[in-house]
């Protein structure tokens, strides 16, 4: 099965900075990987899907990019709001989906 | 409004079962795949199984041989069926409903299952 490995596992960052997560598959995937934030006590939420395709009405300040192995999630200018918990997931082929291990982000 | 929402959960001898359900509202069922997706109390999320819009079914491996998703289209409604519990899998259960591109777009409440003697 394929497994994805993010880093960093956490990061502290303030109001404003640009972040950037990234997500490294076992093996290829493709385009593949889709990206989720999620709040404490609450479902997670799709932010990027196949890479790179903002999900309904997902800020801007979010993007994703990559392919085959090695994909990035970049916010812009953090907000407020975007302090959570973000995971990487690859959706190739229909046998067994895998989760990142998520990446906190934290006010510094 | 796409509305999902989990119910069955609870406390489970190590060794029983349990059943989950999914009742989906707001849109065509039928038409999308669905997926549970579950999350140990502070670790992170795991992809438990999914299922097509034809009935095909796909499991992770901690969970196949155990575990069993079914769908009932007429009733708008996704299930679980866990047996063989093990501690391991005590854990919030998430149904999710996948998009055309294999994201999951649309997740509910969640659902706790606590295996313990």
């Known amino acids: 099965d394929i497994q994805l490995t993010q880093s960093p596992s956490s990061l502290s960052a303030s109001v404003g900075d640009r972040v950037t997560i990234t997500c490294r598959a076992s093996q290829s995937i493709s385009s593949c990987l889709n990206w989720y934030q999620q709040k404490p006590g609450k479902a997670p939420k799709l932010l990027i899907y196949a890479t790179s395709s903002l999900q309904g009405e997902v800020p801007s300040r979010f993007s994703g990019s990559g392919s085959g192995t090695d994909f990035t999630l970049t916010i812009s200018s953090l907000h407020p709001e975007d302090f959570a918990t973000y995971y990487c997931q690859q959706s190739c082929g229909a046998l067994e989906w895998t989760f990142g291990q998520g990446t906190k982000v934290e006010i510094k | ?117």
């Not at chain 2, 901690?62 to 047996?83: C, Y």
């Open chain 2, 1 to 117: 409004e796409v509305h999902l929402v989990e119910s069955g959960g609870g406390l489970v001898q190590p060794g029983g079962s349990l059943r989950l359900s999914c009742a989906a509202s707001a849109f065509i069922f039928s038409r999308y795949d669905m997926h549970w997706v579950r999350q140990v109390t502070g670790k992170g999320l795991e992809w438990v199984s999914g299922i097509g819009t034809a009935g095909e079914t796909y499991y992770g491996g901690a969970v196949r041989g155990r575990f069993t998703t079914s769908r009932e289209n007429a009733k708008n409604s996704l299930f679980l069926q866990m047996d063989s519990l093990r501690a391991g899998d005590t854990a919030v259960y998430y149904c999710a409903r996948m998009n055309p591109h294999r994201g999951l777009e649309y997740w509910g409440q969640g659902t706790l299952v606590t295996v313990s003697s």
